[in-house]
């Protein structure tokens, strides 16, 4: 078997230091596109129920909606799972799947396993690291939902709670 680097077949030998790089791809299927317009939290919510119906209630979710310069649902992710109290939510991996889904804003919304959709301090305090940072990448946060039981939510943006 010949090799690239020479026609002997041996290989050079490596270098006193080398560096390995791992690259992972991603696969997204693009079909038609959502026709959703948000343009209100309620909205959202006619989009986001069908989906947090199909997880399972007793943990918590976060559900990361992209939309488009026009508000146009460009696709959704469930971007973390937790347990009955908290999830772990990462801002570098809510932005990638933004970006990768092609978002020029998004929408977060997360539900309360409690029942109850008074947000937290952590979630306020979430949600304004996550405009902060939007606004580095030029992503905009139009709102963070947060869903309770028998149809009651609160919206962090209706709510002045968005930005400190």
């Known amino acids: 078997m010949l090799d690239a680097f020479c026609t002997n077949g041996s290989s ?8 390995r790089y791992r690259l ?3 696969t997204l299927k693009l079909g038609e596109p959502p026709a959703a ?11 986001l129920r069908p989906i947090f119906a199909g997880l ?3 943990r918590e979710h976060v559900v990361l909606l992209a939309l ?3 508000n146009h ?12 109290a908290a999830s772990i939510v990462d801002a570098k991996t809510i932005f990638r799947d933004a970006l990768l889904l092609g978002a020029a804003a998004l929408i977060l919304a997360h539900n309360h396993p409690s029942g109850d959709p008074a947000p937290s301090a952590d979630d306020v305090r979430l949600t304004r690291r996550l405009v902060d940072a939007g606004k580095i990448l030029d ?7 947060v869903l309770g ?8 943006a209706n709510s002045g709670q968005l930005e400190g």
């Open 149 to 156: 039981d028998q149809g009651r939510y609160v919206s962090l």
């Open 12 to 19: 050079p030998p490596p270098p006193a230091r080398s560096l």
């Open 56 to 58: 399972d209630g007793d």
């Open 37 to 47: 317009t948000v343009s209100a939290p309620e909205a959202a919510l006619n989009f």
């Open 68 to 70: 488009d310069s026009q």
């Open 139 to 145: 992503l905009r946060v139009h709102d963070h939902l």
């Open 24 to 26: 992972r791809t991603v």
């Open 73 to 84: 649902v460009r696709g959704f992710k469930v971007v973390a799972t937790g347990g009955q």
